[in-house]
C-alpha cells in the first residue's frame, strides 16, 4: 500500500481542519495521500489529529458555573446558525474538559449541521444528488462501510453509525438549505410526526442483530423509502445523509470526502490551489486571517495576518455562516471578489481581488537571524511533497552563510506528509527511530529509522507550539526523544493518528480514513499529549521555568517571545560548543 503521512491540526475535516475551523481559501488547510482515482483498493495514507481513539479517559467534572458558561456560548453561536466557530468552540472546550458528556453531545451536534452546511454549499456535492440513483447511493455507501470494516483503527460500531445517520436526516429535514436544494415542502405537523416515525423504525431496526456494512445498507434503504412515501424527497438525498454520518462520525478526522473535497485534497499535497492564498478562521462573526501566503494575491493586496474580513462582494460576514462566507471567496482562476478589510485601529478598506493560482511554499523565512552566532532560520509551514527536497538545498545556502546552528519554526503547522516528516528528521539523525505506527491490520504497523548518510549534525532548535500538530509532533518528537535538539515554545497540538485517503466509485467522492496511530521514538503516543517542550515559554508571563529546572529570560517588549527564547537557546549552545574547543 502507497502511503502519505500527513498531520494536521486545522482543521479537518479539513480545516485547522475544517474541522477546526480554519482553512486556505481554495484547499482545505490539510493534506492527505494522493492516489490515482482508478487505484480505489490502495489508499494512501495520511497523519492527523483523532480524539476519539481508544485511551483511558477519567472524566473531568466542570463546576457548575463554568460548564454552564462554555455551553451557553456555544448555543448562542448554534443560534446565529455559527456552526464552524461552535464546533471550535467545543473543540477547544474539549481539549481542556476531555470526557465531558455535555460537551461530546453538543459537539456533534454541530459538527453534523456544520457537515451538512458544508455539503449543501458544495456544487460537486449537489450535483451528486441529481445524478446518482437510489441503488448507486446505497452501493456507495455501501463500498465505504466495507473500507471503514477493512481498514477503520477500530472495529466499526454499526449501530452507532446507524442511529447517527439518523440523527443526521433528522436534522437535514429541517434544514432550510437542504429543503431548497431537495425542494422538499413539509409542514411543521409532517415533520413532527415523520421524526417520531423515524425514531420509532429506528427502536426496531436496533432491537435486532446489526453487526454489518450489509445491515447498515438495509437500515438506510428503509429509511429513505419511508421519507420518501411521506414527503416524496428522492431517497438519494436520505442516503447521502447516512453516507456523510457514518463517515463523519468515527472520529474526528475521518470525513466523507466530495468531489471538490478530494480535488482540494490533492492540490494541498502538491502544494497549490486557486484562490487568494490566506488561512482564517471564523471570529466573532468576521474571517479573522490567520497567515498570509508569500506573494499570494492577499498579500499583494495589502492583507496581513490579523487582520478580519468583513464583508464579501457587499455583504457582511455577520449575516453569513463561516462556509457561506468562505464559498463566497473561492471561484474560478482570473475572477474577482470584493473584501472588506479590517486592521485594528485603521478604518476598514474595500479591497478587489484577484483569484489566482497560488503555490504554497514548503519553507517560508529562510535567513539568518544572528550573524554574530551564526544562528539561521527557517519556518515550515507544512510538511509537503518537497519539503525536504527545498529544506536540503535551503541548508547549504544557510551553510554557505556562515549558519553554525538552525532553527526550525514549525510553529501553526498543522501536519502534513508523513513520509516527508521523516525524510526532514533523517537529515538531523544518524540512527534510531523516528516514528513507529501501529493500526488494526498488521500493515499498518511500521517503524521508521534514521540512516546515517546525508546527516546534517548543525545544533538545532525546534519551535512548537498548540498548533503544531501531527506530523510536525512526529518530528519534534523525534528530535526529542533522540536528544538531538533543544524544543522551544508550548506543548503541542496532541495529535496522534494516521488517515488514509480511499477514492470511492461513484459521484468522484472519497473516505479519509483514520487506519493507525503512532508513537514517538521512546514509544510515548502523541494523542491528547502533544510534544512538551524543553524550554516552556508562557508569553502571558514572558517566561517560566520547567520541570527539569530550564528557564529562558525574555524581553517582554518583543511580542514574539518565543522565537527569542528559541535564539537565546541557540545562542547558548553555540557559546558552549566555542568555549569546549
Known sequence: MQKWALASDRGANQQKSSLWGSFLLGAALLVLGILSATASAQPAAIVQPASTEPVTIVPEALPSNALGAVLEEGRQLESGSRWGEALSHYEEALREHRGNKALQERHDFAKLHY??????????????????????????????LNKTNTHYVNSPAWRSLISRGTRALDIALADAEFRKVNQLRISADQLARLRQDLYQRLGQHSARRLASARDAVNVASDMARLVQARTGLPQTATILEFVSAAANGLDDYSAYLTADQLREVYEQIEGNFVGLGVELKAEAGALLIVHVIPGSPAERAGIVANDRIVAVDGKSTADLSTDEAAAMLTGAEGS??????YTQGQQPRVLNIRREHVEVPSLEDVKIVDNDYGI??????????????????ALWELHRKGMRSLILDLRRNPGGLLTSSVEVADKFLTQGNIVSTRGRSAQEDFNYQAHYGGTWRVPLVVLIDGDSASA????????????????????????GSVQGIFPLGYAGAGIRLTTAKFFSPNGQPISHRGVQPDVAVDARLAAKPTTDGNIVEIDTADQDLILQAGIRAARNDVAARSAQK
Open 115 to 144: 457537515s451538512l452546511d458544508r455539503r449543501y454549499h458544495d456544487r460537486s456535492f449537489r450535483k451528486s444528488i441529481s445524478a446518482l440513483s437510489s441503488q448507486q447511493a446505497l452501493s456507495l455507501y455501501s463500498e465505504l
Open 336 to 341: 474577482w471578489v470584493q473584501v472588506t478589510a
Open 376 to 393: 539561521a532560520y527557517v519556518r515550515i509551514p507544512t510538511f509537503q511533497k518537497t519539503t525536504s527536497r527545498d529544506l536540503e538545498a
Open 472 to 495: 510536525s509532533e512526529i518530528f519534534a518528537g523525534a528530535i526529542k526523544d533522540n536528544d538531538r535538539g533543544t524544543i522551544v515554545g508550548t506543548r503541542s497540538y496532541g495529535k
